[in-house]
């Protein structure tokens, strides 16, 4: 059965959603927050595996106008909900409305919620309570501009949890929006790669996991897989597929440092769990002490925002050093992700490019300085 689904992401990378599902065969509309595709219970898993920087994988169930409750309820009533819900399926109802005339979202969700129990009882023959015993279905309505969009989630704890952060740290980076932050930079497996603040080791590890071509999935499960229409076997199948086109093989040159030596230790310990603490060089040491011989390489930073005030002197001298210590590496693409928007005045160079994106609810720019390559290869030094 094909499906009409959206995986849904943080504002500023559905650009990059898009591009992920494109690489994976399918045909996508990019929206805002969200990018629309097709696909069958395999394509779900297949994309819930594979997609970096996405946060859920939903089915659009149906799509409709709706200016009053009245029609809110005849409208879900029509849809045959006993295609998607068995008859003993839990299905809590999350709601969210904007600039609709339908506002109240407990009102709009107690109105699903009825209307849904109505369509499966007459389905399913019950003159009783539907029991809600069975594998669970999260639902959602979500009203925009009296648009209503009722969608099933497939995807459970968000695709940001990939399973191998044991330990993280103050302020940690989702996993995707990490991911995001490599694919958004012109690295390659084959170059150096640098992340000198690296905290929990999310950026390193994501980008050794984009070097490996691992899916990022692997270790987890998918809310779906309990429900009783999706096949195990083409499951376990899309799973070993997937584990198939990792390159194990591949030699990576990844650094990551951070000033605190207890991050350093909590790094490691993810890179562990997803078994690539052999891929990362993890090492204690302060911004101003780094040095490197090798060039053509991509340095990814998160470094503190300052964002008490208390903190902002602090915050930018240690931008001021960043641009001591990274402004001479002129082979070297460097890429700085801070809500500060001044950046560019104390590091002292100004961007090539900025790109407005959100660390959750934080706005923050994307500061790219681009190098230029040098073609003598010869210099073997390590950092």
Same mark, same amino acid.
């Given at each position: 059965?094909?499906?009409?689904?959206?995986?849904?992401?943080?504002?500023?990378?559905?650009?990059?959603?898009?591009?992920?599902?494109?690489?994976?065969?399918?045909?996508?509309?990019?929206?805002?927050?969200?990018?629309?595709?097709?696909?069958?219970?395999?394509?779900?898993?297949?994309?819930?595996?594979?997609?970096?920087?996405?946060?859920?994988?939903?089915?659009?169930?149906?799509?409709?106008?709706?200016?009053?409750?009245?029609?809110?309820?005849?409208?879900?009533?029509?849809?045959?909900?006993?295609?998607?819900?068995?008859?003993?399926?839990?299905?809590?109802?999350?709601?969210?409305?904007?600039?609709?005339?339908?506002?109240?979202?407990?009102?709009?969700?107690?109105?699903?919620?009825?209307?849904?129990?109505?369509?499966?009882?007459?389905?399913?023959?019950?003159?009783?309570?539907?029991?809600?015993?069975?594998?669970?279905?999260?639902?959602?309505?979500?009203?925009?501009?009296?648009?209503?969009?009722?969608?099933?989630?497939?995807?459970?704890?968000?695709?940001?949890?990939?399973?191998?952060?044991?330990?993280?740290?103050?302020?940690?980076?989702?996993?995707?929006?990490?991911?995001?932050?490599?694919?958004?930079?012109?690295?390659?497996?084959?170059?150096?790669?640098?992340?000198?603040?690296?905290?929990?080791?999310?950026?390193?590890?994501?980008?050794?996991?984009?070097?490996?071509?691992?899916?990022?999935?692997?270790?987890?499960?998918?809310?779906?897989?309990?429900?009783?229409?999706?096949?195990?076997?083409?499951?376990?199948?899309?799973?070993?597929?997937?584990? #198939?086109?990792?390159?194990?093989?591949?030699?990576?040159?990844?650094?990551?440092?951070?000033?605190?030596?207890?991050?350093?230790?909590?790094?490691?310990?993810?890179?562990?769990?997803?078994?690539?603490?052999?891929?990362?060089?993890?090492?204690?040491?302060?911004?101003?002490?780094?040095?490197?011989?090798?060039?053509?390489?991509?340095?990814?930073?998160?470094?503190p925002y300052g964002e008490r005030m208390?903190?902002?002197?602090?915050?930018?001298?240690?931008?001021?050093?960043?641009?001591?210590?990274?402004?001479?590496?002129?082979?070297?693409?460097?890429?700085?992700?801070? #809500?500060?928007?001044e950046f560019e005045k104390y590091y002292?160079?100004?961007?090539?490019?900025?790109?407005?994106?959100?660390?959750?609810?934080?706005?923050?720019?994307?500061?790219?300085?681009?190098?230029?390559?040098?073609?003598?290869?010869?210099?073997?030094?390590?950092?």
């Amino acid at each position: 059965m094909k499906f009409n689904l959206v995986a849904t992401c943080a504002a500023g990378i559905e650009a990059l959603v898009g591009k992920e599902l494109r690489d994976l065969g399918y045909e996508v509309q990019v929206e805002n927050g969200r990018v629309r595709f097709t696909g069958t219970e395999a394509d779900i898993i297949k994309a819930s595996l594979w997609l970096r920087t996405a946060d859920r994988i939903k089915i659009v169930v149906d799509e409709f106008d709706a200016t009053t409750f009245d029609e809110l309820f005849e409208k879900t009533t029509a849809i045959p909900w006993d295609h998607f819900l068995p008859m003993d399926a839990a299905f809590p109802v999350e709601g969210r409305s904007r600039n609709s005339k339908l506002h109240s979202v407990p009102d709009s969700q107690a109105i699903v919620k009825k209307a849904i129990v109505n369509e499966l009882s007459a389905a399913y023959h019950r003159h009783t309570r539907l029991p809600e015993t069975g594998a669970k279905f999260p639902l959602e309505v979500a009203i925009n501009k009296d648009h209503v969009m009722l969608t099933l989630d497939t995807t459970g704890s968000s695709l940001f949890k990939r399973g191998y952060r044991v330990e993280k740290g103050a302020a940690p980076l989702k996993e995707n929006m990490a991911a995001a932050l490599v694919m958004l930079t012109s690295w390659y497996p084959d170059m150096p790669f640098i992340d000198p603040f690296c905290g929990s080791g999310t950026i390193p590890i994501e980008a050794a996991m984009i070097g490996r071509n691992i899916a990022p999935g692997f270790n987890r499960d998918f809310i779906c897989e309990k429900w009783p229409w999706v096949d195990e076997e083409m499951v376990q199948q899309v799973r070993d597929e997937a584990d #198939s086109k990792a390159d194990y093989d591949r030699e990576l040159d990844i650094f990551a440092s951070d000033i605190d030596g207890n991050m350093i230790e909590i790094s490691k310990r993810n890179a562990e769990e997803v078994g690539l603490l052999d891929d990362i060089h993890f090492k204690q040491l302060a911004v101003a002490d780094f040095k490197t011989d090798k060039v053509n390489g991509v340095i990814i930073g998160n470094p503190p925002y300052g964002e008490r005030m208390s903190d902002k002197e602090q915050v930018h001298e240690l931008y001021r050093q960043m641009g001591k210590v990274f402004k001479p590496l002129t082979s070297w693409s460097k890429y700085f992700l801070t #809500s500060d928007l001044e950046f560019e005045k104390y590091y002292g160079q100004q961007a090539t490019k900025r790109r407005k994106l959100y660390n959750g609810a934080i706005r923050t720019d994307y500061f790219q300085f681009w190098g230029k390559k040098v073609r003598n290869m010869s210099s073997l030094s390590n950092y």
